[in-house]
């Protein structure tokens, strides 16, 4: 069975997606949910992506990875960092989970940036 998921913004479009991104989507629906009409989607808050960030850097720091200070959303700095993820991250799971902690840390700000900028966003998923 495969997972689709996406993280929507209120025009419609697409702010993040995922492919058999179980564990991550989990993280999500771990928090207090607001449904939508259909059972598959959510509501995505600045409070829950902040959550799960929380959950991202405690395994984080459980692993012994750093954790230094994220730079803004906007900056050279980030986007350096967003361009170390490798370009079929997306499409599938990752083999190794504590690997991927970094790259997913970077996704969620910039999740959050989104949802700072919307108010808030839409998750929708479909297995």
Known sequence: ????????RQDESV???????????DMFTEEPLVQLETP?????TR???????KKIEAEMVENDQPVPAMPACHTQEFAMLEEAIPW???????????AALPHYRV????LLADVRTDGCLICGWDA
């Open 40 to 44: 598959n989607d959510f509501y995505v």
């Open 107 to 110: 996704l969620l700000y910039r």
């Open 1 to 8: 069975m495969s997972l689709d998921f996406g993280f929507n």
């Open 15 to 25: 702010a993040l997606w995922f492919h058999n991104h179980w564990d991550f989507l």
């Open 88 to 98: 079929d991250f997306h499409c599938a799971e990752p083999e190794d989970w504590e």
């Open 47 to 53: 409070p829950m992506v902040s959550a799960v960030i």
